[in-house]
């Protein structure tokens, strides 16, 4: 059974930093695609970043602030968060998609506030 595991989410001040790890239960290879999700409440689940291989692709609001990685041979997916600001707060989900399925992780609160 596929098992994505969110981590590394917690309170920051604003210009503060954070990485977000999601730990998979296989082999991160058999995703087509993995990346971070987010929603914060009352507005639709968007992408923050994805990586495919060595791709990898950004939402306009990250400006250059969030960096997405990956460790094949720890089969985790990084999430590098700078200059954080009170608008990226919201919950943070990691996603995996192969050809037929997409595999979502519980979610970690990301809350930034002075």
């Known amino acids: 059974q596929v098992q994505l595991v969110e981590s590394g989410g917690g309170l920051v001040q604003p210009g503060g930093s954070l990485r977000l790890s999601c730990a998979a239960s296989v082999n991160i290879l058999r995703f087509n695609v993995m990346g971070w999700y987010r929603q914060a409440p009352g507005k639709e689940r968007e992408l923050v970043a994805s990586?495919?291989?060595?791709?990898?692709n950004y939402a306009d609001f990250v400006q250059s602030r969030f960096t997405i990685s990956r460790d094949s041979a720890l089969n985790t997916v990084y999430l590098q968060m700078n200059s954080l600001k009170p608008e990226d707060t919201a919950v943070y989900y990691c996603n995996g998609r192969t050809q037929f399925i997409n595999y979502w992780g519980q979610g970690t609160q990301v809350t930034v506030s002075s």
């Open positions: 990586i495919n291989g060595d791709i990898t």
